[in-house]
């Protein structure tokens, strides 16, 4: 992990008594573009907290941050206790397996099959025998509602939604305590975009998952989501869906009072 910059933690907001994500002071900017400017979160264990913003405001910036992908500028994160700036290589690998991300375009290997796919973090972990690293590729492609013929498909030969969800088996592979999801309806019709909020609440409660989900989709957040992270002002507000919709701010009035809003039954 890139160390950051360190900053004066003495003003700092403690982290909420069981959080599993706390952020402190976050900056992330390129060149001279701030996207993040000071922003702090924390993330209840067992939630659904959906992520939204305007586009450009660093919804995916902030998951990459989180998950390593991007070096934060400034600031704090801890993650399931861990200071992730003040950890050593080995802990960082043992910490990133306690959690599971799915990009937005599934981002499956396209020369291996789904099974194939699935077992990429096994083998990069885990030293399981091939016999029972079948067996528990089998359970997630039936967990993620997947028919068993797909473990031999290749990515082209399935449909969208089908992909989303070899993507989700394929972070589930390691049991993760965190689930990060990317815009996961994006591309989905309205039937499958739902079936697939369905799915997500369906795991998360049955393997006590928190799930850190950024979206566009008004129907997902009203549907799936307890709390609602807004990025705004290069920070974020978070809330409930009812003190979203009496917050004063303009782009959240504009966002929960919209059209699309009231089509989603908000608003
Ligand atoms: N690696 C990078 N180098 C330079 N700029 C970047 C990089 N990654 C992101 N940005 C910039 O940071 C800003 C936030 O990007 P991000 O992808 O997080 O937005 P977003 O809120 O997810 O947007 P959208 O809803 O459109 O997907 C954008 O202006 C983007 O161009």
Not at 15 to 36: D, K, M
Not at 131 to 141: G, P, S
Request: glycine fraction near 10%.
């Amino acid at each position: 992990m890139t160390r950051t910059k360190t900053r004066d933690r003495a003003n700092e907001a403690p982290a909420e008594p069981g959080a599993v994500i706390s952020i402190r002071g976050l900056v992330n900017r390129f060149g001279n573009q701030v996207v993040h400017d000071g922003l702090d979160l924390d993330v209840r264990a067992g939630e659904v907290l959906g992520v939204v913003g305007g586009s450009g405001t660093g919804k995916s910036v902030l998951l990459r941050t989180v998950v390593g992908l991007n070096p934060p500028y400034a600031g704090r994160i801890v993650v399931l206790g861990e200071d992730t700036a003040a950890m050593s290589e080995r802990e960082w690998e043992h910490l990133q397996q306690r959690w599971g991300v799915l990009f937005q375009s599934g981002a499956l290997f396209s020369s291996l099959t789904v099974a194939e796919n699935i077992q990429v973090p096994m083998k990069e972990h885990t030293h399981l025998p091939k016999k029972f690293a079948d067996e528990v590729t089998a359970l997630k492609i039936a967990l993620v509602g997947l028919p068993p013929d797909a473990a031999g498909k290749y990515p082209s030969e399935l449909s969208g939604g089908m992909k989303k969800r070899a993507g989700l088996a394929r972070a589930l592979a390691l049991d993760p305590e965190i689930l990060f999801l990317d815009e996961p309806t994006a591309g989905l019709d309205p039937i499958g975009a739902a079936a697939f909020d369905t799915l997500i609440r369906d795991l998360q409660q049955s393997l006590g998952l928190t799930v850190f989900m950024v979206t566009h989709d008004l129907d997902s957040l009203h549907a799936i989501c307890d709390r609602i992270a807004v990025l705004v002002d290069k920070k974020i507000k978070v809330g409930t869906m009812a003190e979203m919709l009496a917050d004063p701010h303009p782009w959240i009035r504009e966002y929960f009072h919209g059209p699309r809003a009231r089509a989603a039954g908000i608003g």
